[in-house]
């Protein structure tokens, strides 16, 4: 997910279509700048492991993003 959230294309519309919190935002900003996840929770005053379970919704909030994309493009093609 984050390799394919370093294309600027797919992260802006990523965040046009998905409803993220800031710190949803501020974390997926942090990964992509390939930060540890105690890093980002020092950073962000949150726990190691609340940084994980937002790193599982965000992963989460992707898959459903890309399986959308993926039915768009499907209809457009018939």
């Not at 965040?15 to 105690?38: D, F, G, H, P």
Request: hydrophobic share 35%.
């Amino acid at each position: 997910m984050v390799d394919k959230l370093r294309i600027k294309a797919i992260y802006d519309d990523f965040k046009s279509n998905v409803k993220l919190t800031i710190e949803q935002e501020r974390i997926i900003e942090m990964l992509l700048k390939r930060e540890s996840y105690v890093k980002i929770g020092l950073e962000l005053g949150i726990s190691e492991r609340t940084v994980g379970h937002e790193v599982k919704r965000i992963k989460k909030l992707y898959e459903d993003y890309c399986k959308t994309q993926l039915s768009k493009a499907i209809i457009l093609s018939e």
